[in-house]
């Protein structure tokens, strides 16, 4: 196929989109080699994202998705058309994570023994035996072969292509190691028994073995915890799935109905929802009566009464009554299929930071092997030795290895996860630790993050002549027969109250309210507007009312014997410590808002009770995602803090993503900060401990990358030693774990918070 050349006015449209899910890569550079050879392709337009193993192609209608399949393949990976949505029980991350987890606690079982056995055996010869070369092999090979075969595969696929990253470099430095080890143990002369340790030392044996042990345990960890944190990644989408309706029962012409998978309902179709129910697509209800649980779509408690005329949306559940539905948007096209969309791009932005060590690689790496290179040959032209030349090539090869750097991330967010678990804080990866060293505006969702997330009552006004128990007593009892909200929350509310024999005659009238017989009487409660009807409503109720829903509470009337005697104020109250959380945050120069999908009355009163001055409401997850885009367009760093379903998208959108660790498995796969206590004065704590363990992350990369970087002009120059050169090394690593281990002892004070 050509590649593809566009002139004029920028690249003609492309009719079709075609997503592929992309196995076998292994690394960032992989997403990028297979970007590349999709992109040289005739009418196509692609790109793909490493975390979620996803390729997002526009291409001409005469390209058909097993030709692209196919282009993906000659790249040396393997392809296939992808589903709608993932599969909530396959985690293709998973099984990564155990292999190398495998692999790491085999080569660290035999590291510990080889890297004594090697440096006792190099410095000290009279310690020698016969057969200990080959017992420094037999603990040696597993690890330089089995446990480090996946960056050997990688390095040797890169290979194939033209490519280096930084496989290709830990490959040739254990391959390099391994193999002056074993010239050394098997081939070349061995000095005789030294005299002084500083003989011994200087004239020690180049066994490197315990070397390339070391980097194949340290990076193996790295890989380890990065494959975790894209299982955790990937976990958001699989949550979103598992929610969706996987089959629908469709209304027939004649009335019967029919089930089907939902991938099978087409636009304009009508299905029957029953109680309970998820509601697979976005349409319009021609039939019935419900109270509609919103949460996945808005995160608002307080489910959405609908009726015939009003539009639902697709991932939302049926909480009382029949509807029938005709399907306006089906498939990719709905807005729940919308929101998985959202997180995948959001996380695709993510992993596009997470190229920064490839590229560096690409340059990092070629120079290694051009001083390698010319070392070798500037020692033969100066008349050195072979052994003398080689030596020095290898040694710049072998301290080019980043040991160090393998440390550098991982023992951080080792130390700091610790340290974060004691505190009730969850940090699930280093992908966006950069973002808090600059983040200037913390958003707030509502619902179940400032606010407890239950309806809970808040007032009981009784008419003249009525008791306020006796009121709530009389709404408890028909209310305990339903499972609305607000009934849920004026029944379990009253449960201290006189207890009266069971309502009779029990009926819900969706939209509206419930009625019985309580003790022989009738009573309805519900909707102001229903049971107010055609009765007389004393003045203290309506003040009661008006005074409840200006602040954005819900009242309900109740009416006993046709006499309205009392309104129950129902709302969702602020978390304890929400108003202090702020205070702090504002304490140290950061801007809050609060985003929900709540109406305005209802967010602005919660928003003056937490203390929180701007207010955006009435709000969808991608209305969420658009708030945060713009803020972050405008210059600011944000940090969002969620629970719900409905903030799995602005979560993973934000620079940083903080969920609440007792919210839905969407918020929490998408967060890239766990709050595992339900306690907002955990936020500034969390934000400080990231930046501090940021900085720990900063310092290592900096020692790991200045040690190799200063190490290998002494490397070339011959003057390195190989017990000097290991020790040196491990002085590295040293320096590495010791300064992360710091963050044991982190502690958030006010001038922690502070340093932005």
């Known amino acids: 196929m050509a590649v593809a050349v566009f002139k004029g006015g920028g690249p003609p449209p492309l009719p079709q989109r075609v997503e592929l899910d992309v196995t076998g890569m292994s690394c960032a550079s992989c997403a990028d080699r297979v970007e590349r050879q999709l992109n040289t392709v005739d009418g196509v337009r692609a790109s793909v994202n490493y975390a979620t193993r996803i ?135 061995h000095p005789p028994a030294a005299r002084g340790v500083v003989q011994a030392i200087v004239g020690s044996d180049a066994i490197y073995l315990e070397v390339a042990a070391g980097v194949t345990v340290f990076v193996l960890a790295g890989r380890y915890f990065e494959a975790k944190a894209k299982s955790r990644a990937g976990g958001a989408l699989r949550a979103l799935a598992a929610l969706s309706a996987k089959d629908v029962s469709v209304l027939l012409p004649d009335g019967t109905e029919l089930l089907i998978p939902v991938s099978e309902l087409k636009e304009q179709q009508r299905f029957v929802v029953r109680p309970g129910q998820t509601i697979a697509a976005d349409g319009l209800v021609v039939e019935g009566e419900a109270a509609v649980d919103m949460s996945a779509m808005t995160g608002e408690s307080r489910p ?56 560096i690689a690409g340059v990092f790496v070629p120079c290694v092997f051009a001083i390698a290179a010319l070392t070798l040959g500037g020692w033969l032209l100066s008349g050195a030795s072979l052994n003398h030349a080689v030596s020095a090539a290898l040694a710049v ?45 913390v958003v707030f969702d509502k619902t179940g993050t400032l606010t407890t997330g239950r309806l809970s009552v808040t007032a009981v006004t009784a008419a003249p002549g009525w008791d306020p128990d006796a009121v709530m007593t009389f709404a408890a009892v028909v209310e305990a027969a339903s499972q609305h909200p607000v009934s849920l929350a004026i029944a379990n509310e009253s449960q201290s109250a006189t207890p009266l024999v069971g309502a009779t005659a029990f009926r819900e009238i969706p939209g509206r309210g419930a009625v019985g017989q309580v003790d022989g009487q009738h009573v309805e409660v519900g909707k102001p507007s229903w049971v107010g009807r055609r009765r ?92 945060i885009e713009q803020l972050r367009d405008r210059g600011h760093r944000v940090a969002m803090v969620g629970d719900g379903i409905n903030d799995g998208p602005a979560l993973a959108a934000a620079d940083l993503g903080l969920a609440i660790g007792r919210g839905t498995d969407v918020a929490i796969g998408a967060a890239d900060i766990i709050l595992v206590r339900d306690d907002l004065t955990t936020v500034p704590q969390a934000l400080a401990l990231a930046r501090a363990t940021l900085r720990t992350i900063r310092t290592n990369l900096i020692w790991a990358f200045g040690y190799n970087v200063a190490a290998l002009p002494i490397a070339a120059a011959g003057l390195l030693n190989p017990l000097i050169a290991s020790a040196a090394m491990a002085f590295s690593s040293f320096f590495v774990v010791s300064n992360s281990l710091r963050l044991r002892h982190f502690a958030a004070t006010s001038a922690d918070l502070s340093k932005r």
Request: glycine content about 8%; aromatic content about 6%.
């Open 55 to 189: 390729a997002t192609i526009d291409a001409a209608e005469t390209i058909s998705p097993d030709d692209l399949c196919d282009v993906v393949r000659r790249a040396g990976y393997d392809a296939a058309p992808r589903a709608l949505l993932p599969d909530p029980d396959i985690d293709p991350d998973r099984g990564h994570a155990r292999d190398l987890l495998r692999r790491l606690v085999v080569a660290m079982v035999l590291f510990v023994p080889l890297a004594d056995l090697s440096v006792m055996f190099a410095a000290v010869p009279t310690t020698r035996f016969t057969g200990w070369g080959w017992l420094l092999v037999a603990l040696a090979a597993p690890v330089v072969t089995w446990a480090a075969y996946p960056f050997h595969h990688v390095a040797f696929n890169n290979l194939r292509h033209g490519a280096v990253s930084m496989e290709t470099l830990i490959s040739t430095g254990i391959i390099a190691a391994t193999a002056w080890s074993l010239y050394t143990i098997f081939v070349r002369p």
């Open 304 to 359: 959405t009464d609908v009726c015939a005329g009003a539009s639902v949306l697709g991932g939302t559940v049926a909480l009382n009554g029949r509807l029938v539905i005709e399907a306006a948007a089906v498939g990719p096209d709905t807005k729940f299929a919308g929101m998985v969309r959202l997180v995948e791009q959001a996380q695709s932005g993510k992993a596009n930071a997470q190229r920064l060590a490839d590229r």
């Open 397 to 441: 090869l072998v301290i080019a290895c980043p040991c160090a750097l393998g440390l550098a991330t991982p023992t951080a967010l080792m130390v700091a996860s610790g340290r974060g678990a004691q505190l009730g804080i969850f940090l699930k990866g280093h992908q966006a630790l950069d973002a808090t060293r600059h983040v200037d505006t």
């Open 536 to 627: 007389e409503v004393a003045s203290e109720i309506s003040r009661a009312r008006f005074s409840a829903e200006s602040q954005g509470q819900t009242v309900v009337f109740v009416a006993v014997d046709d006499k309205v005697c009392g309104a129950i104020s129902v709302a969702d109250v602020v978390k304890d410590g929400a108003a202090s959380a702020v205070a702090v945050l504002h304490d140290q120069g950061l801007r809050t808002l609060l985003v929900t999908g709540d109406n305005a009355v209802t967010a602005q009163a919660i928003a003056d009770q937490a203390g929180i001055g701007d207010v955006i409401a009435d709000v969808l997850p991608d209305g969420k995602v658009d708030v």
